[in-house]
């Protein structure tokens, strides 16, 4: 399977400042069948990105996906108070689709 | 508007089964698969299973093979996830989630509200 690592583990940003979150891919993800998710505290994840760059329907366009092959950015121009949360990248280009462990963008 | 609405949290002791329910409404059931995707507490996510409404057909993750069962009840647009011989390493928020119509290998559109399930003796 696909083994997908997030990089850095935390991020600690002030609103207003920019995120760069990395996901690394251990085998080259197909179609760039890749997703990025959201994850507030008790909450069910949300959908932010998929097709590695597409934003899904309702995302504000501070959010931006880039990348391809084994190595995707997923990026927040302009943290809001409200993005500071945990995000995932999930890959589902080959059978079983599989997650990273996840990034933490913190207030500074 | 979609949906996914998950029973309620469970407590079980280890070696007992616990069987999780997702209903669905405001779309299409048997156009879409349903997955179930879990998260240990403080950790990620873990894909677990999905199953096809229309034909019945399953696919699980290789770790759960023999312990996970899917079914589904198209009348009430609904879908099980039963996991049998409980360890407490299975204590987690269980989620069902829809991707595209027709797809196997999907994005997660759509999520449930969760089920906890705990195992504990």
């Known amino acids: 399977e696909i083994v997908l690592t997030q990089s850095p583990g935390t991020l600690s940003l002030s609103p207003g400042e920019r995120a760069t979150l990395s996901c690394r891919a251990s085998?080259?993800?197909?179609?760039?069948?890749l997703a990025w998710y959201q994850q507030k505290p008790g909450q069910a994840p949300r959908l932010l990105i998929y097709?590695?760059?597409s934003r899904a329907t309702g995302i504000p366009d501070r959010f931006s996906g880039s990348g391809s092959g084994t190595d995707f950015t997923l990026t927040i121009s302009r943290l809001e108070p409200e993005d500071f949360a945990l995000y995932y990248c999930?890959?589902?280009?080959?059978?079983?689709?599989?997650f990273g462990q996840g990034t933490k963008v913190e207030i500074k | 508007q979609v949906q996914l609405v998950q029973s309620g949290a469970e407590v079980k002791k280890p070696g007992a089964s616990v069987k999780v329910s997702c209903k669905a409404s405001g779309y299409t059931f048997t156009s879409y698969y349903m997955h179930w995707v879990r998260q240990a507490p403080g950790q990620g996510l873990e894909w677990v299973a999905m199953i096809s409404p229309s034909g019945g057909s399953t696919n699980y993750a290789q770790k759960f093979q023999g312990r996970v069962t899917m079914t589904r009840d198209t009348s009430t647009s609904t879908v099980y996830m039963e996991l049998s011989s409980l360890r407490s390493e299975d204590t987690a928020v269980y989620y069902c989630?829809?991707?595209?119509?027709?797809?196997?290998?999907?994005?997660?559109?759509?999520w449930g509200q969760g089920t906890l399930v705990t195992v504990s003796s």
């Open positions: 085998q080259s993800v197909s179609s760039s069948y």
């Open positions: 989630a829809r991707g595209v119509p027709s797809t196997v290998l999907t994005y997660f559109q759509h």
């Open positions: 999930q890959q589902y280009g080959l059978s079983p689709g599989t």
């Open positions: 097709g590695a760059s």
